[in-house]
């Protein structure tokens, strides 16, 4: 059985970091989509206003994937939630129990942290990762619909537009 180490990531990380995001955004077949930069990287999760956090996985001393999360608020159960933005392992180390791993790691996060949730999306063809999901006992918000304004549109709205 391998080895399976988890720990926080530290600025060390960034490049890193990087790395498996674009390797992510190759599978979701979004490169294009990766403007973030190591600096970017290191300011938004080390830097003094950090807004997120990261997790680094090995496997048998391997880093091969990465978790990237932070704290949410859920007026409903009046209590903070965690919010999984990004979790990934290298396609040569699946079946590891690498992603279980971090996302068990993350769930005992939220169960210390007194979180009255633990969320995440995931891309509706994505099957391997649903199925992976359903069977650890996640299930799906079928209800609700997640919106994005980003770039533009962001910004004309923010002027008015």
């Known amino acids: 059985m391998a080895s399976i180490?988890?720990?926080?990531a530290n600025a060390?990380?960034?490049?890193?970091i990087l790395r498996f995001i674009t390797e992510l955004a190759i599978y979701e077949r979004a490169e294009?989509?990766?403007?973030?930069?190591?600096?970017?990287?290191?300011k938004s999760?080390?830097?003094p206003e950090a807004c997120a956090s990261a997790l680094i996985?090995?496997?048998?001393?391997?880093?091969?994937?990465?978790?990237?999360?932070?704290?949410?608020?859920?007026?409903?159960?009046?209590?903070?939630?965690l919010y999984l933005e990004d979790l990934y392992v290298s396609p040569s180390h699946r079946n590891a129990g690498a992603g279980k791993a971090m996302l068990q790691y993350l769930?005992?996060?939220?169960?210390?942290?007194?979180?009255?949730?633990?969320?995440?999306s995931?891309?509706?063809?994505?099957?391997?990762?649903i199925q992976f999901y359903q069977a650890i006992g996640a299930q799906p918000l079928k209800e609700?619909?997640?919106?994005?304004?980003?770039?533009k549109a962001l910004e004309d709205f923010a002027n008015g537009g």
């Not at 060390?12 to 890193?16: C, F, G, I």
């Not at 995931?122 to 990762?129: A, F, G, K, Y």
């Open 144 to 151: 609700w619909v997640r919106y994005r304004m980003a770039g």
């Open 107 to 120: 769930a005992r996060l939220a169960v210390a942290g007194h979180c009255g949730r633990f969320e995440w």
């Open 32 to 42: 294009h989509e990766v403007v973030a930069t190591r600096a970017d990287i290191e």
């Open 57 to 81: 996985c090995a496997v048998d001393g391997v880093e091969v994937g990465f978790a990237v999360y932070f704290f949410s608020y859920s007026t409903w159960l009046g209590k903070r939630g």
């Open 5 to 8: 180490q988890i720990r926080p």
């Open 122 to 129: 995931v891309l509706d063809w994505n099957e391997p990762s």
């Open 12 to 16: 060390d990380d960034a490049s890193l």
């Open 45 to 47: 999760l080390f830097g």
